[in-house]
Structures are given as structure tokens and as C-alpha cells.
């Protein structure tokens, strides 16, 4: 097989593997999360009540997880050679496929995934504890898909615009075709096929707005270090920083660079796969960041159902991480102090939550 073929296979058997890995990852953290929540609710353990409130919204990233990860395999080259799944459509169905993608992932999946990211670490900086309620989880997921309709809205302009855009009263100004071309039409193994390619207009829309949230995650992130008092705890907080800030930076350029090589060479493919990579290893950090090491560490707090009172309290504060802060008065500053809608703010660090062994 020559190297033109193998190559784009082997990216295309690569991405398929990550894809069913991630998708692995995310069904497991469900259960997981299912699981923990049965035992909250069916066993007693009222102490942990608190770190399971923002589970729904947790289930959701990883939906919107999948959702991405399963369209990332529509787009690959790999099923469009001859007697492959896409083979048998014709021009215009795979064509219409690549727009497709364009809307279902960069319009809709991707965006959701960096607002619900959001909406999970603005959660511990509410000053009440709206995140342990059900309203909270079924308003932030109504807000996350409100908020994301102009991303939608915009993807499918582009992706209907083809080489044209509006310029204003009444007249159509000329994009160079790298702006809005969602495919790339290339013969292969005598047969002509589409291959798809990402607008370079649908890339800036995408990097705006992800250099918005990524400024508004930074800042979050910042006040959620203020509250650490753990050193573990704190590398997670690191960690998921560090994948927004690199992770979707880099997707973004492998995105804008794509559109410099034709979609049936290698160096398209090798930007490509960068470009998937770079934002899976973003899903697995904060799928395994606010899911699973969460509900795990959780769970290794189950035994103290059996403590008594404010010992039981003093002792779940202590290894989960939670901080009980009184912003008006440094000597309130306290592991085991009471409840206070009109002073004190309960922080919910259980996004990072820690169990010390």
C-alpha cells in the first residue's frame, strides 16, 4: 500500500481507537456517578449529599464528550476510499456530511463543552449553594444551551454562506474559498470522493470564542487556587488549568494551519489528527478531573457515616478539601464551622474533591 494510503489509515485507525477510548472513559464515569448517587440517596450518607449536587451537569460534559468524539469519525478520510462506509453515498451525501460536522462540532459540541466546563467551576464561587440543588443543574444546562445558539447560528451561516457572504445593502462580497469551504473534492482510487476541511471562518469563530472562556476559566481557576489548602488538591486545579491553556490553544492552530494543505496529503491529515488529539486530551483531563476523582474520592469517605456529629463533619471537611469562608472576617476562617447564608460562603471544591490515604 503506498504511503499516501497507509498513512491517512493509520491516523484514521488511530482517532477511531481514542474515540472508543474516550467513550470507554465517559460510560464508566456515568455509571460511576449513578452509582454514587444510589448510595447517597438509598444509604444515608448525608455527608457526601453536598459533593453529589452537580452530577447532572457533570453527566452532561461527558455527553457533549461523546457527541464530539463520535462526529470527529464521520469526518475521517478512511471511510471514504473506495468499498469503505461512506464509499456507497453519493458526492452531494458526503459532502453534506462535512457540513454536518462543521455544525454538530464546531457549532454546537465543542462550544457546549467549554461552557459547561465554565458553569462546573463557577459553581464553587456562588455565594449560596445553589449547586447542590436540582434547579441549579437543570438552569445551567438550559443556560449552556442558550448560550450556545450564536455559535450555532454562526457555524450555519458559514456552512451555508459556501463562498459567498453578505456585505452589506444587498450585495454579496467574495471569500477565497480556505474561509468557507466545509470539503474538498479529490479522485481516489478512480473514484471522485470529498474529503472534509474546516473553514478557516468557522476556526476564528471557534478560537474567539474559546479565548473568551479560556480568560474567564483563567480567572476562575485563579479564585479556586485562593481556597486550596491542600497540595494534592492543588495540582488538580494546575492540571485542568494547564489543559485549557494549551490543549485548545493548540487545537486552534492545527485548525487554522489545515487550511495551508490540501485535504488529500498528509500533512492535512497530520494537522488533523494534532487537532483531535489536542482536544481529546482536554476531554480525558477534565472528564478525570470533575468526574471521576470526585465521585472516587467520595467514595473513600463512605465510613463516616459512622462518626458522630461534628466529628463526622470536622472529618469529611478535612479529607475532601472543603472550606468553610468567612470573606468579612479572617477568625471565621474555620474546618469546622456552622452554616451562614449572610456571612460565610461554603465553598464546594469537590470538583477536585481529595480523600487523604
Known amino acids: 500500500m503506498p504511503l499516501t494510503k497507509l498513512v491517512p489509515d493509520a491516523f484514521g485507525v488511530l ?4 474515540v472508543a477510548l474516550l467513550i470507554l472513559l465517559g460510560l464508566l464515569c456515568i455509571a460511576y456517578s449513578f452509582y454514587f448517587q444510589s448510595h447517597v440517596r438509598k444509604l444515608g450518607f448525608t455527608q457526601l449529599g453536598y459533593f453529589s449536587g452537580p452530577w447532572i451537569i457533570r453527566i452532561t460534559f461527558i455527553l457533549f464528550a461523546i ?10 478520510s478512511l471511510f471514504r476510499r473506495h468499498t469503505r462506509l461512506l464509499s456507497g453515498l453519493d458526492l452531494r451525501w458526503q459532502q453534506n456530511v462535512c457540513k454536518w460536522y462543521i455544525v454538530s462540532n464546531l457549532g454546537f459540541a465543542e462550544p457546549c463543552l467549554f461552557l459547561t466546563l465554565m458553569f462546573l467551576l463557577r459553581a464553587p464561587l456562588k455565594m449560596e449553594s445553589g449547586a447542590l ?6 438552569n445551567t444546562a438550559c443556560y449552556t444551551l442558550l448560550y450556545c445558539l450564536p455559535m450555532l447560528a454562526l457555524q450555519l451561516a458559514v456552512v451555508l454562506s459556501e463562498s459567498r457572504l453578505n456585505g ?16 474538498s473534492r479529490v479522485t481516489i482510487d478512480h473514484a471522485e ?9 468557522s476556526t476564528i469563530i471557534l478560537g474567539v470564542f474559546a479565548a473568551v472562556l479560556t480568560t474567564y476559566l483563567f480567572w476562575l481557576g485563579r479564585q479556586i487556587l485562593k481556597l486550596v489548602i491542600n497540595k494534592r488538591l492543588q495540582k488538580r486545579v494546575y492540571a485542568l488549568i494547564f489543559s485549557v491553556f494549551s490543549f485548545l490553544p493548540l487545537r486552534i492552530a492545527m485548525l487554522c494551519l489545515s487550511v495551508l494543505a490540501s485535504a ?11 487537532a483531535f488529539l ?12 470533575l468526574v471521576y476523582f470526585p465521585v472516587s474520592d467520595s467514595m473513600a469517605l463512605r465510613g463516616l457515616r459512622d462518626i458522630d456529629g461534628d466529628d463526622s463533619r470536622a472529618v469529611t471537611e478535612e479529607r475532601s478539601g472543603a472550606l468553610l469562608l468567612a470573606p468579612q472576617n479572617e477568625d471565621s476562617l474555620s474546618l469546622r464551622g456552622r452554616r451562614s447564608s449572610s456571612q460565610e460562603r461554603y465553598v464546594e471544591v469537590s470538583l477536585f474533591l481529595e480523600a487523604e490515604n
Open 15 to 18: 482517532t477511531i481507537s481514542l
Open 133 to 138: 440543588s436540582g434547579k441549579w443543574n437543570r
Open 264 to 274: 488529500d496529503k498528509i500533512v492535512f491529515e497530520a494537522l488533523s489528527f494534532l
Open 67 to 76: 457527541w464530539w468524539a463520535l462526529g470527529e469519525i464521520f469526518r475521517l
Open 278 to 289: 489536542s482536544l481529546f486530551c482536554f476531554c480525558v483531563v477534565s472528564i478525570s478531573l
Open 193 to 201: 470522493v470529498a474529503l472534509c476541511t474546516y473553514p478557516l471562518l
Open 168 to 183: 452589506g445593502s444587498g450585495s454579496y462580497a467574495k471569500l477565497s474559498r480556505p474561509f468557507t469551504r466545509t470539503y
